[in-house]
């Protein structure tokens, strides 16, 4: 049975008769809208990001975490063309109107023009960080492009030039839907949608968090915006920017990807096996489809027994489901006699009961625990740069004690040792705290040389972090040394032994890699699974790390023994 089994990413549609989903499983699959049932399936060797039909029905372009782009026949996804040259993930690809050419966006910074043989014919450079969209305007003669640089470039071409530069004010901006006529909406990681129209530029607050996406629907005149503070709304751009419909985000849906089906019928990226359904009109959700995947998200040590959650948000203590939270959570971190969690609802649980500890307006991605004054806390990190801390009585009341601005974007990790609060951002940037008093003590905004993807705790207020540049640095004090690792895909998780003397790292391409600090040598490399390592823990009892993975298993990682102690 064709289904996905990690989280969907993309989604497309054509005709109201084609739905063709992207998934975290490496999945692109193929559905036939009437009956929901999957007709064919295809690969990558890595994430599958996006997906696109071309305005015919007859192709599908995927873009994937493996560096390319991929051409596939409709309905056989027969492979006709591999669109390579990229130096990093390809975001998103986008069909030429009328002609047989495809535009990739690349986290190289570039943007590139392919023909349906898979030949380059041009790349647009100009970008300083990472192309997250590209959208053809102009009947096919320019091309628009959004980045993580905070700007929104229009190229030709005709000429293979820039012909407009608009900084955004330096906010990431992930998404850029242009209509017939020219004019260009971007969403942006304030919750912004900013309208480009002539030489005007038009700033209107949309969401209460970062925009993930905009899609238009032009003959409708209807641009619907996906945003992380778990809602849609859906814009009627026929005279200006005019909200018409507004709808909340069921926990399996995950605001990343949706496309028309239908005038009142949006297809929406899960967390489950397929796509689900809403319509815009009365509100309504079908997902009657969507079965639980069991990814694993994090992995922890709680009193000896060890505990996962995922996409599902079903906690299981050594393997056993015993809790559910209702939502996808990303981590899990033992407080006194809880054990926090969290995720896409932006809701803080304890993992052991399931119980709802707290609500914030965006998703959350990691946490630490520390003590303050002889009460233990933990640190939490939100996708919109907030530290929410907490303390946890003796009796297990949990009380709300303050909100540290960590970063302006996404915390993407954060640890604690010695007094100090460690944070590293989506923007490459660390932060450090004390514990005593809250206040930030120092910061490096270019911690990384790409998006830092998380952190650990060593001895003596020291910290690694890792990165997308594949980079390991440990920090003593605020400077950093940097250690290559060995892994040739972004580096998404990083632990530590107690005594720092051993650092592991975890990739997307499912590569486990082991740094000996006191040689600076990595004394071990293995690739348990071709799924992604999406978190890593040490396992104090046995003296070796654990290693979850998008596969829904948990690998132990032996430490190896050095030389000088055999």
């Known amino acids: 049975m064709i289904r996905h089994h990690s989280p969907i990413s993309g989604v497309a549609a054509h005709g109201g008769r084609l739905v063709a989903t992207a998934g975290y499983d490496n999945q692109l699959v193929l559905w036939d809208a009437h009956t929901r049932r999957a007709l064919a399936r295809a690969v990558h060797d890595h994430l599958t990001n996006q997906v696109s039909f071309s305005p015919d029905g007859r192709h599908l372009v995927s873009s994937s975490s493996d560096y390319t782009a991929r051409l596939w026949s409709v309905p056989d996804l027969k492979l006709l063309a591999v669109l390579c040259d990229h130096e990093d993930d390809v975001e998103m690809s986008a069909f030429h109107p009328s002609a047989e050419l495809i535009a990739t966006a690349s986290r190289d910074h570039r943007v590139r023009v392919y023909d349906f043989s898979g030949t380059l014919l041009h790349t647009f450079t100009g970008h300083t960080a990472d192309v997250i969209s590209v959208e053809w305007a102009a009947d096919g003669d320019e091309l628009v492009s959004s980045s993580d640089d905070g700007t929104v470039k229009r190229w030709s071409l005709r000429t293979g030039g820039l012909l407009r530069d608009s900084d955004l004010g330096g ?24 309208v480009l129209a002539g030489d005007g530029t038009d700033v209107h607050r949309a969401h209460a968090a970062g925009v993930k996406r905009l899609v238009l629907d032009s003959a409708q005149g209807r641009l619907v915006s996906l945003s992380y503070d778990r809602t849609l709304r859906v814009w009627d751009v026929t005279g200006g920017l005019r909200p018409v419909a507004t709808s909340t985000f069921p926990a399996d849906v995950w605001p990343r990807s949706c496309a028309f089906l239908d005038g009142d019928t949006l297809a929406f990226a899960t967390f489950g096996s397929s796509y689900a359904l809403h319509r815009i009109t009365d509100g309504t959700w079908d997902l009657d489809h969507v079965e639980p995947t069991h990814g694993v998200n994090a992995v922890a040590m709680h009193e000896g027994r060890r505990l996962t959650v995922g996409d599902a948000g079903i906690v299981r203590t050594d393997g056993v489901p015993s809790a559910e939270t209702g939502s996808l959570c990303n981590f ?23 119980e709802t500890l707290y609500r914030h307006r965006s998703p959350l991605n990691c946490a630490a625990a520390f003590d303050r004054a002889g009460v233990v806390h933990v ?5 919109t740069g907030e530290g929410l801390v907490f303390s946890v009585r003796d009796d297990g009341t949990v009380v709300h004690e303050a909100t540290l601005p960590l970063h302006t974007g996404a915390v993407k990790g954060v640890a604690v040792s010695d007094g100090r609060i460690f944070a590293v951002c989506a923007d490459a940037a660390a932060s450090w705290f004390s514990t005593r008093d809250l206040a930030e003590v120092a910061r490096v905004d270019a911690a990384h040389d790409r998006i830092a993807n998380g952190c650990a705790a060593l001895p003596g207020a020291r910290f690694a972090s ?36 051993y650092v592991a790292t975890g990739s997307y391409s499912g590569l486990v890699a082991l740094l000996d600090t006191a040689s600076g040598t990595w004394p071990m490399v293995r690739r348990p699974t071709t799924a992604g390592i999406s978190s890593l823990c040490h396992d104090p009892r046995r003296a070796l790390f654990l290693a979850g993975s998008y ?16």
């Open 332 to 354: 899990l971190t033992p407080v006194g006699g809880r054990v926090f969690s969290g995720g896409q609802l932006g809701v803080v649980f304890d993992a052991l009961t399931g």
């Open 466 to 501: 890792v990165s997308r540049d594949r980079v390991l640095r440990l920090w003593d004090g605020h400077a950093a040394s940097a250690h290559p690792t060995p892994h040739d895909h972004s580096v998404k998780c990083v632990a530590a032994t107690p005594d720092g003397r």
């Open 379 to 383: 640190v939490v990190g939100a996708y």
């Open 551 to 566: 596969d829904g298993q948990v690998y132990e990682i032996e430490i190896p023994e050095p030389d000088g102690d055999r």
């Open 171 to 194: 906010v990431e901006t992930d998404t850029v839907a242009v209509t017939p006529e020219g004019t260009v909406y971007a969403g942006n990681d304030e919750g912004e949608i900013v």
